[in-house]
């Protein structure tokens, strides 16, 4: 059967006249409707872990905008959560976690076949979403990174430089390990689910990979991420993985061959047209607007958008922003940029 997903055709290599368009945090703050969707949950893990409202609040961009693909609503936390990890969110700050720094934590994680008695309304969302998403919607699943994870599971919190995991990773080497090792099983465990339930893609967020140096970028970023992806095609063959080494820089190219990912997400960090020369050459890119555009809008909005989409033109290329959607964006941001992919 010919391919008529959009989003699927750009991850199989080929070169759209249009290129298909979805958004980090599409599902997110910035719109009214999400919002209201939020406070009937409760909280935002309890709309996580709702899947009827998760599904709701998915398919909210999606009626709004006609995005080409939906992002599942969930959250990268959840799986150290499902992996016994206390995990809470603090109003205006982010999110909290019991920390993990010693063997004796460590050996206190569940292990990987228990994620799935925590984790089950999650694939019950992507069961829904699966039947109710349009049909030429493209539905993708998602996970963080090990090393992402990591860094939350041992500070317990977002932190600026990712120090207590570097310190860890320095003075604890096994415990880090065998964190990093748990944290990958549990992955390809819940992505497996989350394909089984009818995820489309499934993309990998290593949001913090910009701050592993030399040898620990190929070791904690690229291996693991690797390692995943070859796990979900052997168990699944065919399915497309987007892995998104943030903050990566000069290390893009050359990522999608060591992590046999089909399709690698750029951050605003790096030039387009640079990217198109040096990672593009070897499959599919998304992303590199910055997500500011969405905030300010106007004629800076429609000269970048226009100037990455002629970038990327010549290869298989998916439109999305470098980095999350913001709380302060504006919705019609959104519109003029999505016209201006759309519309030239
Ligand atoms: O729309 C989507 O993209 C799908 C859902 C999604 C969320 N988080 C929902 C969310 C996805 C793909 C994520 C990924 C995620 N979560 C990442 C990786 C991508 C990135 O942005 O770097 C990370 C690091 C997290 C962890 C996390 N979750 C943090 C640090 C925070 C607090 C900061 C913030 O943006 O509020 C969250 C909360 C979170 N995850 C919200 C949403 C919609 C906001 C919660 C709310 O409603 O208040």
Known sequence: MTQQKTILRALAGETLDTPPIWMMRQAGRYLPEYKATRAQ???FLSLCYNPELAAEVTLQPIRRYGFDAAILFADILLLPQALGADLWFVTGEGPRLSTITSADELAQLKPVEAIHDTLNPVYETVKILSQELPKETTLIGFAGAPWTVATYMIAGQGTPDQGPAHALKAENRAVFQGIMHRITEGTIAYLSKQIEAGAEVVKLFDSWA??????????????????????????????????????????????????????????????????????????CVQGNLKSSHMVTGGQDLVTETRRICDAFSKGPHIFNLGHGITPDANPDNVQLMIDTVRGG
């Open 41 to 43: 949950a409760g909280d």
């Open 210 to 283: 910009g701050s592993l140096q030399g040898e620990d970028f190929t070791e904690f970023s690229i291996k693991p991420m690797q390692r995943i992806t070859a796990a979900l095609k052997e168990k699944h063959p065919g399915i497309p993985v987007i892995a998104f080494p943030r903050g990566a820089g000069e290390r893009y190219p050359g990522v999608h061959a060591a992590t046999g990912a089909d399709c690698v997400a750029v951050d605003d960090g790096i030039d387009a047209a640079w990217a198109a020369e040096h990672v593009q050459v070897d499959g």
